[in-house]
């Protein structure tokens, strides 16, 4: 069984996400993430996909949820709190990836897995809160 590990990055109100090419089903919206490695937290995992996919590191963790993946594994999600200054990098340009600040309102949740959408609905309001 699967297990996966999502980051959750949020800064002034916002959410990062990253658009990127999957080969499978061309551009899709997610969050920096993936596959829970053995003997690996889904926080420690969350870090890792983090640093791998946009070089971001050093950011306060501030919660970590847990739900059940649309492939029946676990999945996680760790919220990280990040200054204005916080720039992602694109790491891998045969993935095509762009990064983009969105308001929990603006997420395109057609385009993220069901239980993206329900952590989404649920729980990501509570930690984008604006520090204006």
């Not at 847990?66 to 676990?74: C, H, K, S, Y």
């Not at 990836?97 to 929990?104: D, H, I, S, T, V």
Request: hydrophobic share 40%; with cysteine.
């Amino acid at each position: 069984m699967k297990h996966l590990s999502m980051a959750v990055v949020v800064r002034n109100g916002k959410v990062l996400v990253q658009e990127r090419q999957k080969a499978a089903k061309g551009v899709v919206v997610e969050f920096p993430g993936g596959e829970v490695l053995e003997n690996e937290t889904g926080t420690d995992a969350s870090v890792r996909k983090l640093y791998e996919e946009t070089h971001l590191e050093g950011l306060n963790h501030v919660a970590t949820s847990a739900g059940i993946n649309d492939f029946g594994g676990r999945i996680y999600y760790a919220v990280f709190r990040a200054s204005e200054q916080v720039k992602p990098k694109v790491v891998d340009s045969e993935r095509r990836q762009a990064f983009k600040w969105l308001k929990p309102d603006e997420l395109p949740l057609d385009e993220f897995h069901t239980a993206d959408v329900d952590f989404i609905n649920t729980k990501l309001g509570k930690y984008c809160v604006s520090d204006a």
